[in-house]
């Protein structure tokens, strides 16, 4: 059960994570450490060096600046799941988190370790995607802020440069707007197999999905199928019909390409029933 | 004794250290100067091994050794055997590192060993092997193909046997004249037993005494010495102790003599230092002997008025790459003798054919066998009940053996004792409420809501095992289990007990009995099991037999003892034994209740014995050799009740209820616990679990990211009574109860599963029923190849 | 070798100081740093939940995080929750209500079920079991398990009179 050898390096700052992040070009940043630790564990991985940011200060917890909620890259799932900012202004995510692995995943693993990792399966970069989120990246030459629609650019990659550290997501906050997350999680790993966000605010329908691509992808389809129309049961199962072609999607044991496609029609239409109560 | 504990929720002795966190698990010991191995594992199914070399990894610092299958083997180290042999069977070797081959992914190629585990795991992938890979196949039946890969140099055509039971030529004139017949293609998948505590072992070698010690995860520790001893290494029995601490689990997977047990014995004397060895489970998932595995055609004929006339089943079992130590009972005697079930069939006919595959060997997985036998056969009885227009209840109903017909002789070799299926039957019906659930499950079709009810009878035969009987049918042993009771001078008992407990709660529901035969309190008893060194030789747990055979032992035992003590007694009271009497704790005169003693007073006087009579022998110890006259036959009445959602095609377990007739329950927690347990098992094999093979032989659900274990949200809170049936031939009447469950519940969910899917016409689906499979089959299309390319 | 570590972590309120390999997984600094042998490992994917322990008062995986990121904390394994002399609700509930057989996953789900009751002191038998989501047990299907929770839930609560007697 042993990893490869490994320097660790902790850091209390982003500063200087950056900083030693330049001195060790090779080394992975470890936040709640759920995805890559075991991925080292079976030898997958074997990183000469580890930046431990979890525990730096500044990168977390959920604070309201205006009309944005600002929410620290290394927060944990369990600090989003119980957020009264989050539950109040934002709760796609609190609801999303409470399917994400089991309560011991939850209280070590981070947004922003996840939504770095970009993992394919990973539940939280539909939501990302659904509300118009915005990640704040720092590196050795500053700061930069990148749309969530920039920032999955295919499996495990990110518009993270090497060098830089995804260190806060922008929440937008929708007065008024409903949401909701569906998913259907793989019977072993719990991951998304196809996993549905969706935000309706005011006229305007955003939907995004995960699980069923390279990396997690907005709906366009479903949402001008449904951009000004009232949210009826009718309306939603016309909407919810051949969201993605097939031929693109991931498979694998638990689903085909053609069920996968099928799953995002279905989860996509309970998404959308819940956000609208019916 | 007013109270007797027979048949009391007495809470488990053994408790208190599990959950405070101070079990004592093979993983657990740390000995002075120990070392770890790690070892080198075969990446292919199916390889020549051209060269290792080590020398990179010999000079790692903390390395102690590379162990080849070729220097164990020039060691003298023979190959591991198999304990069941039928005629014509193909033994090739078994080599515990192998040296020409790999026939498997996770075959052991090389052993390394070093001052502690992350060394060993890193010299481990230092070892450079030098593979030339060849074609390997996986599936039974593609291994039977001409042309097909040959595992064994020595058996081109991969058949390690065939075997059949019954009279085929009745069988076939009975679906030649039948009035209906039905046939479904099946395949029993291929499961990964998954005991929560991975394998380990750990072995010392005391050089003054020349004596070695095996800590092991094992089931059984005294058939480890005798093959260890007799066949494979050569170490005198009394030289050889072989311990099984606590066990998290085995369900038939730690039973079998493994390959890592030999390597740390032999490295253990090699280095002179003691060697653990621990599974990681991805090591567990490819070495850790599997279950099940069969394709079979199986077909069931009626006549005009509904009964059963005949069942023919052909079925290939897979062996995978070697034969393991019970593996060519399973699909057979286990199997083949069960396909009468709870059904008057009068003619039954059965062939198997075994092929090895480059897969990890098959061998007994809980209910071994038998809930093969259930699922085909309960299958085969939902299918022809719909094809008669039948409620499938009231089909079971009429072929169901009639209480007055015990003993009563099946057509494939074996004779139920007792039964009385139903009143069984009446019992789960009356409980669920069969009527209402069908009136629901109309009402809900009507919504377009899909509810499914499967109900199945079974029977099952375990308490392994009548000896002659077993020895007839091709054992190379018999199964009797042996006891030795030992009253202390101050009255306490300790228990020796040849069977062995990993979560079955010996240590409490056998010490319940002891109590009430010696009329002791039951603190005063202590239940010993698992050390070679300190019990009577035994052949362990599995196949439901600690209960039935080795508490009978025990129980024979106590018997003996209380016959001694009536003797003593007699001596102290000066009366004749034959007027002693056993009664409330004391042994008295009949009649004179002041003329008594207590057990204390009989314990501590047979141990001083400085007024003995000459024909009195000193001590209170009894051995017993208990062989059972025949299996027990514990049956019931499962039913589930499923929902499908058509929209995703995931199946949702809404009701599980159970009536069991393992005989009188001496322990109901105890018993009730091995039930919910075993459902869940069967309820993983029907619905989530499956080992899944590529054409290539290497396995793609080989982790828990892959292959589903049931968790608590896929069950529910199980609904659960008893009959109570006992057995006329052991002393309580007791029967098995650790296996029924996953015998009766794969069938139960799997009917359940097929009655909701009837509406879309379909008859019949291969399990696991997973979201897509299911979808798929509502929705016509056929399914696509299910490995990732 | 890579540079060693230290650390300072309080275990079952004794403070420990080591030097320890960057990648001592936690779980395996408790059992055979520190020989507290009642955290398991069942599994090399952290699915199975054998490792489950407290670290500064939540339940995690001690097989999916190193000894060095526990540096500062406080943990609480199966041996500091209770004794045999005064057991825990949960471990009593695992007891009376025989929520284990074979005993290997029980610290586990012990850790897992103290930590749900923690934070939600009156689960419903689905919150339960989404709880316990990370946590497998093949023994007892899980029926007793949530007996056993539901059971301690209620002690808690003060709605059990008193532990069994025997």
């Known amino acids: 059960m042993y990893t490869a050898e490994f320097a660790y390096k902790k850091a209390t700052s982003v500063a200087e994570a950056i900083q030693l992040l330049q001195q060790h070009p090779e080394a992975k940043l470890l936040a709640g450490g759920h995805s890559l630790i075991p991925a080292m564990k079976l030898r997958l991985a074997a990183p000469p060096a580890?930046?431990?940011?979890?525990?730096?200060?500044?990168?977390?917890?959920?604070?309201?600046?205006?009309?944005?909620?600002?929410?620290?890259?290394?927060?944990?799932?369990?600090?989003?799941?119980?957020?009264?900012?989050?539950?109040?202004?934002?709760?796609?995510?609190?609801?999303?988190?409470?399917?994400?692995?089991?309560?011991?995943?939850?209280?070590?693993?981070?947004?922003?370790?996840?939504?770095?990792?970009?993992?394919?399966?990973?539940?939280?970069?539909?939501?990302?995607?659904?509300?118009?989120?915005?990640?704040?990246?720092?590196?050795?030459?500053?700061?930069?802020?990148v749309e969530a629609d920039q920032f999955f650019t295919g499996m495990f990659s990110t518009a993270l440069q090497e060098g830089e550290i995804l260190t806060e997501i922008h929440l937008p906050i929708r007065p008024g707007a409903r949401m909701a997350y569906a998913k259907f999680p793989h019977p072993a790993s719990r991951s998304a197999v196809v996993g549905v966000a969706v935000v309706v605010d005011g006229t305007e329908v955003r939907a995004a999905v995960t699980g069923a691509g390279e990396h997690a992808m907005r709906l366009t389809k479903l949402e001008q199928a449904l951009a000004g129309k009232p949210l009826t049961t009718e309306n939603i199962s016309a909407a919810c019909q051949g969201l993605l072609a097939p031929d693109h999607l991931n498979h694998d044991l638990v689903a085909s390409r053609e069920y996968r496609a099928h799953l995002v029609d279905v989860m996509a239409k309970r998404a959308l029933m819940q956000a609208a109560g019916l | 004794m007013a109270n007797k504990l027979f048949g009391k929720a007495m809470k488990r002795v053994e408790d208190p250290r599990f959950i405070t966190g101070t079990g004592h698990y093979t993983d657990d010991m740390t000995l002075p100067g120990m070392v770890e191995a790690a070892m080198v594992r075969s990446p292919y199914a199916h390889a020549r091994i051209k060269k290792i070399d080590a020398s990179k990894a010999l000079t790692h610092p903390g390395v102690l050794a590379v162990i080849t299958g070729q220097e164990m083997k020039d060691a003298g180290i023979n190959s591991i055997p198999t304990g069941w042999l039928h005629p014509g069977i193909k033994t090739p070797p078994h080599y515990a590192i192998t040296f020409d081959k790999a026939r498997h992914v996770g075959d052991i190629v090389a052993a390394v060993i070093a001052e502690n585990r992350q060394i060993a795991e890193d010299a481990a992938q230092l070892v450079e092997v030098d593979y030339e890979p060849l074609p390997a196949v996986a599936l039974g039946s593609d291994a039977l193909k001409p042309g097909a890969p040959a595992v064994h140099d020595d058996v081109p055509d991969n058949v390690c046997f065939t075997w059949s039971i019954g009279d085929k030529a009745a069988v076939d004139a009975a679906f030649a004249s039948a009035h209906k017949t039905v046939k479904l293609t099946l395949r029993n998948n291929r499961l990964v037993p998954n005991a929560m505590e991975p394998r380990a072992s750990l072995a010392q070698y005391l050089k003054a005494s020349d004596e070695y010690t095996l800590w092991t995860t094992s089931q059984n520790p005294h058939i480890h010495r005798l093959l260890i001893a007799a066949f494979i290494m050569g170490i005198p029995e009394h030289k050889l102790r072989v311990i099984a601490p606590d066990v998290g689990g085995g369900f038939g997977s730690k039973i079998y003599q493994y390959p890592e047990e030999i390597i740390v014995l032999y490295a253990a004397k090699k280095l002179g230092r003691p060697v653990k060895w621990t599974a990681r489970r991805s090591e567990s998932f490819v070495t850790d002997s599997h279950g099940r595995d069969h394709e079979t055609v199986a077909e069931m004929a009626v006549d005009q008025n509904g009964k059963i006339t005949a069942v023919r089943v052909d079925t290939i079992a897979n062996m995978g790459a070697y034969l393991t130590t019970f593996a060519p009972a399973v699909p057979t005697y286990l199997y083949g003798c069960l396909l009468a079930g709870t059904y008057t069939t009068p003619h039954i006919y059965c062939h198997v054919t075994a092929p090895f595959t480059h897969t990890t060997p098959v061998d007994a997985y809980r209910g071994a066998g038998?809930?093969?036998?259930?699922?085909?056969?309960?299958?085969?009885?939902?299918?022809?009940?719909?094809?008669?227009?039948?409620?499938?209840?009231?089909?079971?109903?009429?072929?169901?053996?009639?209480?007055?017909?015990?003993?009563?002789?099946?057509?494939?070799?074996?004779?139920?004792?007792?039964?009385?299926?139903?009143?069984?039957?009446?019992?789960?019906?009356?409980?669920?409420?069969?009527?209402?659930?069908?009136?629901?499950?109309?009402?809900?079709?009507?919504?377009?809501?899909?509810?499914?009810?499967?109900?199945?009878?079974?029977?099952?035969?375990?308490?392994?095992?009548?000896?002659?009987?077993?020895?007839?049918?091709?054992a190379q042993a018999g199964q009797w289990e042996s006891a030795l009771v030992r009253v202390m001078p101050t009255g306490k008992v300790e228990v020796f007990t040849g069977t062995h407990s990993h979560g079955q709660g010996h240590e409490t529901a056998f010490a319940q009995v002891v109590a009430d035969e010696l009329q002791i309190p039951v603190e005063d008893v202590v239940i010993v099991h698992g050390d070679t060194g300190r019990m009577p030789y035994g052949w362990g747990s599995y196949g439901s037999r600690s209960a039935p055979t080795g508490l009978s032992a025990i129980v024979l035992a106590t018997r003996k003892i209380v016959d001694k003590a009536k003797k003593i007694a007699a001596h102290l009271l000066e009366a004749s034994p034959d007027d002693i009497v056993h009664e409330d704790g004391k042994f008295m005169v009949k009649g004179v209740p002041d003329k008594a003693k207590s057990f204390f007073d009989i314990a501590l006087m047979a141990h001083l014995a400085h007024n003995y009579p000459a024909d009195l022998e000193p001590g209170l110890e009894a051995t017993h050799f208990y062989d059972p006259k025949n299996f027990v036959f514990p049956f019931g009445t499962h039913i589930a009740v499923?929902?499908?959602?058509?929209?995703?095609?995931?199946?949702?377990?809404?009701?599980?209820?159970?009536?069991?007739?393992?005989?009188?329950?001496?322990?109901?927690?105890?018993?009730?616990?091995?039930?919910?347990?075993?459902?869940?098992?069967?309820?993983?094999?029907?619905?989530?679990?499956?080992?899944v093979y590529d054409k290539e032989g290497q396995i793609l659900s080989g982790n828990f990211l892959e292959y589903t274990l049931p968790r608590a949200d896929d069950m529910v809170q199980i609904e659960h009574d008893h009959t109570v049936t006992p057995c006329p031939h052991n002393p309580l009447g007791i029967k098995g109860i650790g296996e029924a469950g996953t015998i009766a519940s794969t069938a139960a969910v799997a009917n359940a599963v097929m009655d909701a899917l009837r509406p879309f016409g379909i008859v019949h689906l291969d399990m696991p029923y997973t979201p897509e499979k299911v979808w798929r089959a509502i929705h016509g299309s056929k399914p696509v190849a299910q490995a990732a390319d | 070798m890579a540079d060693k570590v230290h650390i300072t972590v309080v275990v079952n309120g004794v403070e420990h100081h080591h030097e320890v390999e960057p990648r001592l997984l936690l779980v395996h600094y408790l059992r055979e740093t520190l020989g507290l042998t009642g955290t398991h490992v069942g599994c090399d994917t952290s699915q199975c939940g054998a490792c489950t322990v407290h670290l500064d008062g939540q339940a995690v995986k001690s097989c999916t995080m190193f000894a060095v990121q526990a540096d500062g904390c406080s943990i609480t394994t199966i041996e500091g929750l209770g004794s045999p002399g005064s057991l825990h609700p949960v471990q009593e509930g695992f007891w009376?209500?025989?929520?284990?057989?074979?005993?290997?996953?029980?610290?586990?789900?012990?850790?897992?079920?103290?930590?749900?009751?923690?934070?939600?002191?009156?689960?419903?038998?689905?919150?339960?079991?989404?709880?316990?989501?990370?946590?497998?047990?093949?023994?007892?299907?899980?029926?007793?398990?949530?007996?056993?929770?539901?059971y301690a839930a209620d002690k808690m609560a003060g709605k059990v009179a008193m532990a069994a007697d025997d």
């Open chain 2, 642 to 691: 499923v929902e499908v959602d058509p929209d995703t095609g995931k199946v949702k377990l809404l009701r599980y209820l159970s009536v069991d007739d393992c005989g009188p329950v001496i322990n109901p927690l105890i018993a009730d616990g091995q039930v919910h347990g075993g459902i869940a098992q069967g309820l993983g094999q029907a619905l989530l679990e499956e080992a």
């Open chain 3, 96 to 150: 009376e209500m025989h929520g284990l057989q074979c005993g290997f996953c029980t610290p586990g789900m012990i850790m897992a079920a103290v930590d749900l009751l923690n934070k939600n002191p009156n689960p419903s038998e689905a919150e339960i079991r989404h709880a316990l989501e990370g946590n497998y047990c093949r023994c007892t299907g899980y029926h007793n398990i949530v007996r056993a929770v539901q």
């Open chain 2, 370 to 474: 038998r809930p093969e036998a259930t699922y085909l056969l309960e299958r085969l009885v939902d299918v022809m009940a719909h094809e008669l227009g039948m409620d499938p209840v009231e089909f079971r109903r009429k072929n169901l053996i009639p209480p007055d017909a015990f003993p009563y002789q099946t057509p494939v070799a074996l004779q139920y004792d007792s039964g009385n299926y139903e009143a069984n039957l009446d019992k789960a019906l009356q409980m669920v409420g069969y009527q209402e659930l069908r009136r629901q499950q109309a009402e809900l079709r009507k919504q377009g809501r899909y509810l499914g009810i499967g109900v199945i009878t079974f029977i099952e035969a375990c308490g392994l095992a009548p000896s002659a009987l077993v020895g007839s049918l091709g």
């Open chain 1, 50 to 145: 580890l930046i431990d940011i979890s525990k730096v200060a500044e990168l977390r917890g959920v604070r309201r600046e205006g009309d944005t909620l600002v929410v620290g890259a290394m927060t944990t799932y369990r600090e989003l799941e119980t957020s009264d900012l989050l539950k109040a202004h934002c709760p796609l995510i609190p609801q999303a988190v409470y399917h994400i692995g089991d309560p011991m995943v939850r209280a070590k693993g981070t947004i922003g370790g996840s939504l770095a990792h970009a993992d394919p399966a990973a539940d939280l970069p539909a939501s990302m995607l659904a509300l118009g989120a915005k990640m704040k990246i720092q590196g050795p030459s500053g700061a930069r802020v």
